[in-house]
């Protein structure tokens, strides 16, 4: 197979998008975009303007209804395929709200994801995950890949035994999101942050793993309420998504203007009326994030 170079970009285009619950009621309303290896994007929007769904639609989230466009992705519309074939093919999709497994180690969760990544989105009978003949890793390189990666997020060996989100804070489940994407390694990464209760230790987190994680072989797709994270993480192109459509995009002083502005001005030169004062559409941030 050739792999053309714009296989290796994310392409969004003309993506429209409803609840399962309500399919005549279009969240998202004609997204094109398109995310390249090495560029970071952010994506901000005030509450409710359709960013979480984008993150869902992504990734296959059985309550949402693709009503209309296309994502192609490693030369296929991943909008027919399942989540898992999705991260198969270097997609990763992190859970803005990840669900606990008690039972399920860490280091296991991880080996059976990577196991899975291994075997490709085909499944190839000739690829043994487990066996280094065989396209595998072995259980040694899988140990020395993953103390190499706690050592890059400076995580604690012990993590790795916890059974997973059980009793984590919310600074510890994203560690785990950032180890589970160090070890999985994908190519595109869309990670949606929280628009409440991103604390400063959970930020930290977020920015320090993705920094670490920056390469010429990686996109990311970021999508967050707040400027802050973009002090932290310098995005290449900023988009603004309101009414499930990206109004504006432009670099990194589109981001400082929304901080400074808020949503208000730039909706209201887009067209779009909005019905709430400005104060509401500032881009305050949680107290914890305060000076
Ligand atoms: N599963 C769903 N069923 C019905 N409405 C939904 C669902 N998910 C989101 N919405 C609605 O779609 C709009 C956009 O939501 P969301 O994507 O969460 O926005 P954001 O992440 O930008 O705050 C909101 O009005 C929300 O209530
Ligand atoms: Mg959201």
Redesign the pocket.
């Known amino acids: 197979m050739t792999t053309t170079d714009s296989s290796r970009h994310l392409v969004i285009s003309g993506l429209r998008v409803a609840?399962?619950?309500?399919p005549t009621?279009e969240?998202l309303q004609g997204i094109d975009l398109d995310v390249g290896p090495g560029e970071v994007h952010a994506i901000m929007?005030?509450?409710?303007?359709?960013?979480?769904?984008?993150?869902?639609a992504l990734m296959g989230h059985p309550?949402?209804i693709v009503t209309g466009g296309e994502v192609h992705w490693e030369g296929r519309d991943i909008l027919k395929l399942s989540p898992d074939k999705r991260a198969r093919l270097g997609m990763f999709l992190a859970f803005q709200y990840p669900v606990a497994v008690p039972g399920l180690s860490v280091a296991s969760f991880i080996r059976s994801g990577l196991n899975a990544k291994l075997q490709g989105i085909d499944k190839n009978g000739e690829v043994d995950p487990t066996d280094p003949v065989k396209g595998g890793v072995s259980m040694l390189d899988f140990r020395r890949r993953m103390r190499e990666k706690l050592a890059l997020l400076k995580m604690d060996e012990t993590f790795v035994s916890r059974y997973v989100n059980e009793g984590f804070s919310g600074g510890e489940k994203k560690r785990l999101e950032m180890l589970q994407m160090a070890m999985l390694e994908p190519h595109m990464a869309i990670l949606?942050e929280t628009?409440s209760g991103l604390d400063i230790d959970a930020l930290r987190i977020v920015a320090e793993g993705v920094n670490a994680m920056l390469s010429p072989d990686l996109g990311i797709l970021l999508?967050t309420?707040y400027q802050r994270l973009l002090n932290h993480i310098k995005p290449d192109v900023v988009h603004v998504?309101a009414r499930?459509r990206i109004v504006a995009s432009g670099g990194r002083d589109l981001a400082l203007r929304l901080e400074d502005e808020g949503y208000g001005p730039i909706l209201r030169e887009n067209g779009l009326d909005i019905d709430v004062p400005d104060d509401a559409l500032r881009l305050d941030e949680p107290a914890a994030l305060a000076h």
Do not use: E, F, V, W
Not at 45 to 56: D, E, I, Q, R, V
């Open positions: 609840p399962i619950a309500d009621r969240i929007g005030p509450n409710g303007s359709g960013k979480t769904t984008l993150a869902y309550a949402y949606d628009d999508i309420h998504l499930g």
